[in-house]
Every structure is written in C-alpha cells, then in structure tokens.
C-alpha cells in the first residue's frame, strides 16, 4: 500500500525459514510481544511509545471482501491507521485530555498474542516476527464487548544504544471487513 506516512520505514524483509522456537532470537522476540501486551492492557502508553523506532510505520489497511481471483483483500490506499512517531504520539497526547471522551472511561482490554513465528532478515539486528492477535474490549456496563482479531506482521530493531528491541514497522490484517467495535481508540 502507498503510504505518505511510511515512504520513510524500513523495507527490510524476511529470509528463509521461520527461526526454530528454540532460538534465543524466537525467544527475544516473542518476550517482546509478551511484554507489549502487558504495557497496552495497562493503558500505559507512554511506554508503549518507548517501545517503538523513531522511524516507526504502523499501519492497518482497510480489509475488502473480493473475489478469490480479484488479486487483492485491501482497499487500495485506505487504512484504518497509517501512522508515524509524529501521530502515535498526538494521539497518546490526546488520550490524556479531557477531549478524549471516547475513552473515558477507559475500556477494558485484554491482548492475547499466539501463533508467533519469527524469522531472520539480511540485518543481524532485525527480526520480522509474524504474530495472530485477539483484542477483547469492554466498555461500561450497557454496551456489548467488542472483539478483534487479526494477524500482525512486525519488524523489530535492535537499537544501538541499549540494545534492547524496538518496533519498527508494524502491518495489521484485520479479520473482519466491518470492524464491530464503537471507535478505534486503540492500539494493535
């Protein structure tokens, strides 16, 4: 997908097979996850900012229901969230205004993280890792939860600096065409 906000994020691709669930990288990277669940679930989304690359691209283009022979399953162009450091931070900003009335109260979540495969990439300090995330939702007590499911995959960096992993492009492939959910004030 074109994207204005991604022409600067990092191409990098996998290579060969996915790693054994053995190796320490699989191990890292599924940790990684693991951990950036736990941040998201708390709503603790300044850390989550200091989980990403400053040349971030997080996107998650719209899904379309087609023809199997139609050679697409995404609305050319549109996404849900095409987004930079710039804009995840306005809108983290946002959340903690009293403008953020979509969130307030604050939801209920819960990210389960499963089906993790990791692969190497021609850059030892770069892993794509291929995940299957269930977000469950709830909000007050009248409204029905909403539930989200969709497949992930992520580009993680190993920064210079600390050595720690960080999220440098994260693509989102919504299972559902028509989202079921009040508003999307959320992260995948």
């Not at 050679?71 to 953020?100: I, W």
């Not at 969130?103 to 030892?124: K, M």
């Not at 299957?132 to 939702?137: E, F, I, M, N, S």
């Amino acid at each position: 997908m074109d994207s204005r906000l991604g022409a600067h994020a990092s191409r990098i691709q996998r290579v060969g097979q996915t790693l054994p669930f053995s190796d320490e990288r699989h191990l890292q990277a599924h940790q990684w996850l693991v951990d950036e669940a736990y941040v998201l679930d708390a709503q603790d989304y300044e850390r989550w900012l200091e989980l990403l690359t400053d040349d971030i691209h997080y996107l998650m283009p719209v899904r379309v229901t087609t023809a199997r022979g139609a050679g697409y399953d995404c609305a050319p162009g549109m996404a849900h969230f095409d987004e930079n450091k710039y804009s995840l931070n306005r809108r983290v900003a946002r959340f903690q205004t009293e403008h953020a009335w979509t969130e307030d109260p604050p939801s209920r979540l819960r990210h389960y993280v499963t089906n993790v495969r990791t692969f190497a990439t021609d850059d030892p300090d770069h892993l794509v890792v291929d995940s299957a995330v269930l977000l469950y939702r709830s909000r007050g007590d009248v409204r029905e939860p909403a539930v989200i499911s969709a497949g992930r995959e992520d580009l993680l960096r190993r920064t210079a600096d600390v050595g720690q992993w960080r999220l440098a492009r994260r693509t989102i492939l919504v299972d559902d065409a028509v989202l079921r959910t009040q508003n999307l004030a959320i992260f995948l």
